[in-house]
C-alpha cells in the first residue's frame, strides 16, 4: 500500500498502515502478518497477547527496525522507515529504541555496570550507568558479575541497558516469560516506573493475559492480523499481579 501523505511529526508516535510480512521456506510462504494499521502514542504502555505464530514478534521487529515489512508502510515521528536505508535503520535503533528480550544477552564477563555502560558510551545523551541502575533498583548489585545475579536481577540489568540511552520506545518481547511469578513482577515495576517516568512509549509481548491488566491498551493479534483491542477501564499496578 503506497502512502497517501506523510503522517505530521506531531501525530503518533508509530503509524503503520497496511503491514505484511512474508517468509519463505523453501517452497512454502508463510505469511506473518497479514494487513496491520497500528497507532502507537507518546507515553502509551501497550499489550500485545496472541498465540505463537499470531504475528506479535514480526510487528515488534519491524517497528523496532530489526526487519522490514513485505508491504505496507511504517512511519516513526513522522520519518518514513519503510525506505530508510539498513545505515538509517541502524542510526534509528540506535538513537530512539530499547529493546528487552525473553533471555537477557548479558556479557558474563562484564559487571552489570560494565554491561550498561556498552551502551551509554555510544548513545548521545545517555544516563549514566549508576542512574538506569538505580532505576531498576539495582544500585546494590552494579559491580556483580550476571552468574552472580538470580534471574530477574539480570532482566532488570537488561532493562537498564536498554533504557540508558533515553530511548522513546522500549520494545519487549516475553520479559517475564522465562520468570517466575514474584520475580516477573519485579520486572514488570521496573518497566512501569520507567513508562511513568519517562514518559517512554512502551510495547510488551507476553502470553500472559494477567499482565494486560496493567496496561493503557491491549492489542489481541490472531493469524497475522489485530483481532482486538481493549482499553481497561482501570489500570492494575504491578505489584497487584499475580500469576
Not at 66 to 73: A, E, I, K, R
Not at 104 to 111: D, E, F, M
Request: proline content about 5%.
Amino acid at each position: 500500500m503506497a502512502p497517501t501523505a506523510t503522517p505530521a511529526a506531531d501525530g503518533p508516535v508509530f503509524r503503520a498502515r497496511g503491514l505484511t510480512k512474508t517468509y519463505r521456506m523453501g517452497e512454502i510462504e508463510v505469511q506473518a502478518l497479514r494487513g496491520v494499521d497500528l497507532d502507537l502514542h507518546r507515553g502509551e504502555f501497550v499489550v500485545l497477547l496472541g498465540p505463537s505464530g499470531s504475528g506479535k514478534s514480526t510487528l515488534l521487529n519491524i517497528l523496532g527496525g530489526l526487519d522490514v515489512p513485505t508491504s505496507g508502510d511504517v512511519w516513526y515521528e513522522g520519518h518514513h522507515l519503510t525506505h530508510a536505508t539498513p545505515r538509517e535503520l541502524t542510526r534509528f535503533r540506535r538513537d530512539h529504541v530499547g529493546f528487552v528480550f525473553q533471555f537477557y544477552n548479558l556479557i558474563p564477563s562484564l559487571t552489570a555496570r560494565e554491561n550498561v555502560a556498552i551502551v551509554t558510551d555510544l548513545a548521545v545523551d545517555p544516563m549514566t550507568p549508576e542512574q538506569a541502575l538505580e532505576r531498576v533498583d539495582l544500585a546494590n548489585r552494579m559491580d556483580h558479575f550476571p552468574a552472580q545475579l538470580s534471574g530477574g536481577e539480570q532482566q532488570r540489568v537488561a532493562i537498564a541497558r536498554a533504557i540508558a540511552k533515553r530511548p522513546a520506545v522500549l520494545l519487549c518481547d516475553e520479559p517475564t516469560g522465562a520468570l517466575d511469578s514474584a520475580t516477573g513482577v519485579r520486572v514488570l515495576e521496573a518497566l512501569e516506573r520507567v513508562n511513568a517516568e519517562l514518559g517512554t512509549t512502551t510495547v510488551v509481548i507476553t502470553h500472559n493475559a494477567d499482565i494486560a491488566r496493567m496496561a493503557h491498551r491491549v492489542l489481541y493479534l490472531g493469524d497475522g492480523r489485530i483481532v482486538r483491542e481493549d482499553r481497561p477501564t482501570k489500570r492494575t499496578a504491578a505489584r497487584e499481579l499475580h500469576w
